[in-house]
């Protein structure tokens, strides 16, 4: 992928989050990242949605320093750059404040396995962090969410799960590519509607079983996957 192709999916996917209804105001943002380059593309900080343009789109590297100074980063900037460092195969990082998946992180709830749903994108339950302590929160906040989602998923495929919710704060989600971090934060979304739902007239609902987990997700990402086209 060019610099301007990078540009322009970076911006759709954070034009994306507002049109799925995923982000009000400024309240989230969209990055992705060139491996050969080392740099990071990421929304500017508090820049309204409707005057984003690709051009600014803030280039940065995977340390979390801008390299340009027209623009400031994201202010989550350097959360992104720890999930880049530490998770190899992703191509795109998204953060919101989507009502549902926050709804459950300020729950310190994570979102269990409840159906089929649920199990054609995620494999198994979508995890919540433990709290930053006072430390992590006054020495480097952001970096340190970022070392606690790492943590989270220490032993978890970040590529079969591939969303978090930040305990007290809200999701982060990734994927392949910008455009798959969106689309996985809108599945998170509706999976974490249905489970709350679901919580609400059964408070001790049951995951569905491993048979029926596995059964779902690998025939959209297993290694035979039959589920969709070819090419």
């Avoid at 992703?90 to 989507?98: A, E, F, L, M, N």
């Avoid at 998946?101 to 729950?107: C, E, G, L, P, R």
């Avoid at 006054?138 to 070392?147: K, L, M």
């Avoid at 919710?165 to 999701?171: E, T, W």
Wanted: glycine share 8%.
């Amino acid at each position: 992928m060019t610099d301007d192709e990078l540009r322009r999916a970076v911006l759709d996917a954070n034009l994306d989050t507002v049109r799925h209804g995923l982000v009000i105001s400024t309240f989230g943002n969209a990055s992705g990242i060139d491996r050969n380059a080392g740099r990071i593309l990421i929304k500017p900080s508090g820049v309204a949605y409707d005057r984003l343009t690709p051009a600014d789109m803030v280039p940065c590297d995977l340390d979390g320093r801008s390299l340009d100074n027209r623009l400031r980063p994201s202010s989550d900037l350097a959360t992104h750059a720890v999930l880049y460092r530490a998770f190899a195969d992703i191509g795109g990082v998204v953060h919101t404040h989507s009502t549902y998946a926050t709804i459950m992180a300020q729950s310190h709830r994570p979102v269990p396995c409840l159906g089929t749903t649920h199990a054609d994108y995620f494999h198994g339950t979508i995890p919540v962090t433990r709290d930053l302590t006072e430390d992590e929160i006054a020495q480097d906040y952001v970096g340190n969410t970022g070392t606690v989602i790492v943590e989270t998923f220490a032993d978890l495929d970040p590529l079969a799960i591939p969303a978090v919710l930040v305990a007290g704060h809200g999701p982060f989600v990734w994927g392949r590519t910008p455009a798959e971090a969106v689309h996985n934060a809108l599945i998170l979304e509706q999976v974490a509607k249905m489970a709350w739902h679901a919580m609400v007239l059964n408070p001790d609902p049951q995951p569905i079983s491993q048979a029926l987990l596995d059964r779902h997700f690998l025939r959209k990402h297993g290694a035979q996957a039959t589920y969709g086209q070819d090419g």
